[in-house]
């Protein structure tokens, strides 16, 4: 998921349920702070938090392919 769609879903989902951030934080166990940068759309952020948010609402992160616009990083490239 990008950035901005992943902050999306989080937050529609949650209003969807009528929780405030708070509420979302406490129900998955993360901080308040990490909630409200995962749904600002933070390009950094740690995969096993936003995962616990997301399985509250039965999702996780999973690969995928990119966007066809994005080429795929080859080999050779620098990491």
Do not use: C, I, Y
């Not at 769609?5 to 708070?22: C, D, G, N, W, Y």
């Not at 995962?38 to 390009?43: F, Q, T, V």
């Not at 995962?51 to 509250?56: A, D, H, K, S």
Request: aromatic share 6%; glycine share 6%.
């Amino acid at each position: 998921m990008e950035h901005q769609e992943l902050a999306q879903f989080v937050a529609s989902r949650r209003k969807a349920l009528k929780l405030t951030q708070p509420e979302l934080a406490k129900k998955t166990g993360v901080g308040l702070r990490f909630l409200r940068e995962l749904e600002a759309g933070k390009p950094t952020l740690r995969m096993d938090k936003v995962n616990e948010v997301l399985f509250f609402f039965g999702h996780q992160l999973v690969p995928g392919p990119l966007p066809a616009s994005e080429p795929a990083p080859t080999q050779d490239a620098p990491r």
